[in-house]
């Protein structure tokens, strides 16, 4: 990627503080760099980003394939602008209470963006660009544990953690969905549907401490698993082991909040 690129990119990106950047030479503009955006978005979440490129975003601005790049560089710029808008379409909860309840806002606001946008579990963050909206987010997940007792850098590692966790499990989630819509029937209806062969292979005694621990996970989830049950339950752990690190006699000393 050209240096000029680069630059461009985080130009378009903190577009409405620095003014948008003039294209190249030629007839002027038919749309605006948002209506670009908003247009990749509208792709993305019909198609997800496999499926994803610039001829169907020209085509849907009705648009000619190479227009498209007077707007943005290329594909994976345009794919880092659109991370950085639909990271800002929503406002920011209030953080308050105690610090369980503040990483709980931070992971589930993590786990409903990931809902509304599939697609986000597709994008390489090994170097995420730098926008306005992932800035501000970043400075509100710090928030939710500012003074809690952390040093800086587990305070980088708390976030990364927690909202990992929540990708992750919004990932098992949407798979899940995916995997009923999919087959057109529910767990449940799997299960009854190849229960006979299963009695076969796992008879009585075979696996007993997986057969019992299976059972009782099936009648209470009516399904192979519980997505959001088990979001829930990791989050409080992984909240329980942050807490108990707090806790240590051996921790720096740092002012709590």
């Known amino acids: 990627m050209e240096n000029q690129d680069v630059d461009r990119t985080l130009t378009l990106l903190w577009r409405r503080t620095l003014g948008t950047p003039q294209g190249s030479r030629g007839p002027k503009q038919r749309v605006s760099v948002d209506e670009v955006i908003r247009a990749g978005i509208a792709v993305a979440d019909e198609e997800g980003l496999a499926a994803f490129s610039m ?13 498209i790049y ?36 931070v992971a589930q606001e993590q786990w409903d963006e990931i809902h509304r946008h599939p697609w986000l579990l597709q994008v390489d963050e090994s170097r995420p660009w730098i926008g306005p909206n992932c800035s501000d987010r970043y400075e509100w997940q710090l928030a939710a544990i500012e003074g809690a007792g952390f040093t800086d850098l587990e305070m980088d590692q708390v976030v990364t953690l927690i909202v990992g966790f929540a990708a992750q499990s919004a990932r098992a989630s949407i798979n899940a969905r995916r995997a009923v819509e ?25 696996y007993p401490i997986s057969g019992r621990v299976g059972t009782a996970a099936g009648l209470e989830y009516n399904a192979v698993s519980d997505p959001e049950r088990l979001f829930r339950f990791g989050l409080d752990r992984i ?13 720096p000393d740092t002012t709590r909040v």
Do not use: C, F
């Open 55 to 67: 001829r169907k975003v020209a085509d849907r601005l009705e648009l000619k394939l190479m227009s």
């Open 70 to 105: 007077t707007y943005v560089p290329g594909r994976s710029e345009l794919i880092g602008l659109m991370v950085d808008e639909v990271v800002g379409e929503q406002a920011l909860p209030e953080l308050g209470g105690s610090l369980r309840e503040r990483l709980t806002t």
């Open 182 to 206: 999919s087959s057109g029937i529910s767990d449940a209806q799997w299960w009854e549907v190849n229960a006979p062969i299963l009695e076969r292979v796992m008879p009585p005694g075979r």
């Open 239 to 251: 909240i329980d082991g942050l807490t108990d690190l707090l806790n240590r006699s051996d921790r």
